[in-house]
């Protein structure tokens, strides 16, 4: 088995240094797709404007973020995959030559901190787009009044926009070394099969607050009792941090923003904002009422400032202690997604109210 995941590995370093010397200058170009559709947008930009316009699958989207988030995380702390940028030199050191395999280059965003299968960007972003794509072909093209040669045109061509979306995300990963392209593969069918689930059912978005406290303490535990788990079994969980720092080009192309805890705080964070903004009296008095065009952009607008004020708090919060940087960034976490369900629409609708009455 060890061997025959070494050839596939092999075979990954292979593809990677054909992609990378087909495309030299593509550096900048793939690096900006993988900053782009980094799995962190899902929650500070597409959730705030999908809930804007229309909060369940606003919430289905944020849902289903968190579970991926989630299995990703204690996958890759079960499934111990290396990441190609140091799997090529622990090979050459391990047989004591550099010809046996292709030189692979470092980017500004190779050193990733966290073990690599299966891939996060690509299991993110096929959950996210995929509830993006289904819910859009749902609720806009099969109401529509298109004709019904149209209307599956239009489904093909959403559905062909989303494979383009998942190669680029896909290139861009192996490009900068980050990922082999079997685990961007297995993120991609645990994305699509995640958001499939979580978007086809709606009886979750009923739960009470002891529920969804229960749910989200449970996301919590089992995270770190898988950690926990494999300390006592003599395995380290933080293996993949110092083959990172071993590894990596520069120590500054290394972000403290990519080990699992960093992704344990956010997407446990979410889950307890989640619960408490959909159970909050708030959200109860805004979620049955119709807003008009003007409170739905009000109410987008409004959320993507609060998603870019998290992002400017993210920055802010010192890196140097990391018990502090951890616990201040699950209180991040734990405020955005409630502030933006229950506190943002609940303004906007009274602000509403407020001008009626002034005129």
């Not at 890759?76 to 090529?88: A, C, I, S």
């Not at 622990?90 to 030559?97: K, L």
Request: hydrophobic share 45%; charged share 15%; proline share 4%.
């Amino acid at each position: 088995m060890a061997s025959e995941l070494q050839s596939i590995y092999s075979y990954g370093v292979d593809l990677i240094s054909i992609l990378q010397s087909s495309f030299p200058d593509g550096e900048s170009f793939f690096m900006d797709i993988s900053k782009i559709f980094d799995p962190k947008y899902v929650f500070t930009i597409y959730f705030p404007i999908i809930f804007a316009l229309q909060w369940a699958i606003g919430v289905k989207l944020l849902g289903t973020i968190i579970v991926v988030e989630w299995l990703n995380q204690v996958l890759k702390w079960l499934m111990h995959g290396d990441r190609p940028y140091w799997w090529v030199h622990e090979v050459e050191v391990a047989y004591n030559s550099t010809s046996l395999l292709p030189e692979i280059f470092q980017y500004r965003s190779t050193c990733e901190t966290g073990p690599g299968m299966p891939s996060g960007h690509s299991m993110a972003m096929s959950a996210a787009w995929y509830v993006v794509v289904q819910s859009f072909v749902d609720r806009v093209v099969k109401p529509s009044k298109m004709s019904a040669s149209l209307k599956q045109q239009s489904i093909q061509l959403l559905w062909a926009a989303f494979v383009v979306i998942q190669t680029l995300v896909v290139m861009s990963r192996m490009y900068i070394a980050a990922h082999f392209p079997h685990q961007c593969a297995l993120g991609l069918f645990l994305g699509v099969s995640v958001a499939h689930q979580v978007y086809g059912s709606s009886k979750w978005l009923n739960l009470k607050r002891g529920q969804w406290l229960l749910v989200a303490s449970v996301i919590l535990a089992s995270a770190i009792g898988t950690y926990s788990f494999l300390l006592l079994t003599g395995r380290n969980p933080a293996w993949s941090i110092s083959q990172a720092y071993k590894w990596c080009a520069k120590r500054e192309y290394i972000h403290v923003d990519t080990t699992p805890f960093y992704s344990l705080t956010r997407y446990s964070g979410a889950a307890f904002g989640l619960g408490l903004g959909l159970t909050s009296t708030y959200f109860s008095q805004t979620e049955r009422t119709s807003f008009t065009r003007v409170q739905t952009m009000a109410t987008l607008v409004l959320g993507l400032v609060l998603g870019y004020g998290a992002e400017l708090a993210h920055v802010a919060i010192p890196k140097t202690n990391e018990s502090v940087f951890y616990t201040l960034e699950f209180l991040l976490n734990v405020v955005f997604p409630y502030i933006a369900i229950a506190l943002v629409p609940y303004v906007v609708m009274k602000s509403s109210v407020e001008k009626v009455k002034s005129f």
